[in-house]
């Protein structure tokens, strides 16, 4: 006989995360949470439907290309380095969709790689350092550390909730994109 699972609370009533500064802790479970919804909501996606734009808006593909970019452009920034040449190339590829075939899997792997490179910078951010000035950008527009890391966080919440809702009206109107764009498969 089997035992019925009991669901997990959210990261954010997990309690702690080891070797994460206690100001941080928010972040990584934003970060966790976010993760964890992606991958179950995600996890049969038909790599075939992920440039689908219902109604105009951004498709599955564009946020989960973006969800990486950004992580990884506010580690960038929150060390003081300037962007580098391949992140980019990224970056206009997240604008103008993918420049090779795309899968779901390799998507979600590739954000939830983000994830933990964001995870372990959050560990090596020591508390006295959140405060610190950061440029942002080609402005140098004025930011923090914290604030960096927060502007990550919920970004990724922000476009997580964009991706979910994106992925369940496409997946529920499946059978009329197919139809209509034959070309996508």
């Known amino acids: 006989m089997t035992t019925p699972s009991v669901p997990q609370p959210e990261y954010w009533l997990r309690g ?19 993760r964890a919804e992606v991958q179950a909501a995600l996890h049969d996606f038909p790599d075939h439907l ?9 498709s599955v593909g564009f946020h989960l290309r973006h969800l990486a970019g950004v992580l990884s452009r506010m580690q960038t920034y929150a060390r003081q380095q300037p962007l580098t040449a391949e992140q980019f190339r990224f970056l206009a590829a997240e604008k103008e969709g993918p420049t090779a075939p795309e899968t779901t899997v390799a998507l979600v792997q590739q954000f939830s790689e983000a994830v933990e490179q964001l995870l372990a910078a959050l560990r090596a951010t020591p508390e006295a350092t959140l405060t610190e000035f950061r440029p942002v950008g080609r402005q140098a527009l004025p930011s923090t550390v914290i604030g960096l890391l927060v502007h990550a966080a919920e970004h990724t919440t922000r476009h997580t909730g964009q991706l979910l809702v994106t992925a369940r009206v496409v997946q529920a109107g499946q059978a009329t994109y197919d139809a209509a764009s034959p070309s996508i498969h």
């Open 16 to 34: 702690p995360l080891p070797e994460v500064p206690p100001l941080l802790q928010p972040v990584a479970h934003a970060l966790l949470q976010a």
């Open 50 to 58: 992920l440039p689908v734009r219902p109604a105009g808006v951004a």
